[in-house]
């Protein structure tokens, strides 16, 4: 594989499962050294990163939490340097329609969703403007535009990651710094099963039949995988893919969600 991500660094939120694994591996099969951070570090997915990456950095990191991100950010420059990629990966959901949304869920995931990035953004962006290059990745959603009733907040925390990553692209681009979002439909991964399970009992039905009817819903009749959201944010770190920005590319498998 084509190592053009030789002497990069990449911090990667939410690198230890789902989509952010995915491409933190990616990343990392092309020559870049990443850094995960997450407030939870399993393991098992440390090893996995650890087998394909020759420098990996693994701290906590809270994305809701102001100090988390100085304090990592901090800590990471001090023993790699600056980061030149930035894959804002971490993300929650909840479960509630408008009626009767709890307040506290509300708020923690805009928090995540939302603020999380823009925490990461404010934190990695100057230096990457005073380095001229830099890509910034944030995992949106087909729900930013084809909402779901019981999935609100989630829904305008994605809307609102739209409008954040237009404005990162509008600084950014005169000092050689691109940012996009990569919006997916369902994608199979530990939040989906999350999901699966809370559908199959409200509805009342086994996972594997929500499975199945969701996946009969699709165009393409089966679901995205990760590695796929990790080929095309490995391919819009290469330099020749600078003019991409400001963009929400819909990984969407011809599905409206």
Known sequence: MERYLEGRLAIVTGGFAGIGKAIAIALAERGA??????????EAAIAELEAVSDS?????????DVESVAAYVTALEARHGPADI???????TAHEYVCGHDEQSWLD???INLSGPFRMIRACLPKMIERRWGRIINIGSTAAHTATADHAAYCASKSGL?????????EGAPHGVSSVTISPT????????ASMNTQARNAGISVEEEYARVIAQQPQQ???????LGALAAFL???????????DIQLNAAALW
């Open 109 to 111: 995931v805009i928090d």
């Open 186 to 193: 369902w994608v199979q991964t530990e939040m989906m099963d």
């Open 33 to 42: 050294t990443i850094a995960v951070g997450a407030r939870r570090q399993p």
């Open 86 to 92: 930035l894959v804002n990966a971490a993300g929650v």
């Open 222 to 228: 089966r679901l995205v995988q990760p590695r796929e």
């Open 56 to 64: 990996l950095f693994c701290d906590k990191l809270d994305v809701a």
């Open 162 to 170: 739209l409008g954040l990553n237009r404005a990162v692209a509008l």
């Open 237 to 247: 770190c290469r330099d020749e893919a600078l003019g991409i920005t400001m963009e």
